[in-house]
């Protein structure tokens, strides 16, 4: 059901051990994205830059708001605004313009729910996925199948197509940095 919170019986598990594919600890990190992020940052700086000085683990540069935006900070736009830890396309907004993103913080403060924003990238045509379970590894490219246009459209499943791939070493080495941490 969209909105339901399983994040009381997600803690039963930690709580009691229970053995699970991923530890529970890390499925209840996967729940608020600044927490994953920030696991994410810290994966980033181990693997350090490339010679031109770009990462070598790159990421899509988030920022972070308790609440209300600070006058002083503003993202760069188009921008992607992240409400709290909805998942799937909810409480997802975007704002194209300084004003358009003053009304929806004047909005937000009315929660008490934090956002995060991360740049609008229109041109993105597909995403990977890495996958390390006991030791195998799967990597698969999700990409777009409908050309409807909207910035929602990745979180929808029949909107998208999932495509195995070959653990290229780039990709090898982020794996080995994943497990690593």
Not at 4 to 29: E, F, K, W, Y
Not at 130 to 143: A, D, N, S
Request: charged residues 20%; proline residues 5%.
């Amino acid at each position: 059901m969209n909105g339901a919170d399983h994040t009381h019986q997600l803690m039963g598990l930690v709580c009691s051990r229970v053995p699970c594919v991923n530890s529970a600890a890390s499925i209840l990190s996967c729940l608020d994205r600044p927490i994953m992020y920030a696991e994410m940052l810290g994966i980033r700086n181990r693997h350090g830059k490339e010679k031109d000085g770009s990462y070598k683990f790159p990421l899509v540069e988030q920022e972070y708001f308790a609440n209300q935006a600070p006058t002083s900070i503003r993202p760069t736009f188009p921008t992607v605004m992240k409400m709290s830890q909805i998942q799937s396309g909810f409480g997802k907004l975007r704002a194209p313009d300084n004003e358009t993103f003053g009304d929806i913080t004047a909005i937000q403060a009315l929660s008490s729910d934090y956002f995060t924003t991360e740049p609008h990238m229109a041109d993105v045509e597909a995403e990977i996925y890495l996958q390390w379970i006991g030791g195998e590894v799967r990597v698969y490219k999700r990409k777009k199948s409908s050309s409807d246009g909207g910035f929602r459209t990745w979180s929808n499943w029949g909107t998208v197509q999932y495509q195995d791939m070959c653990v290229r070493p780039r990709l090898d080495c982020w794996l080995a940095g994943l497990n690593s941490g």
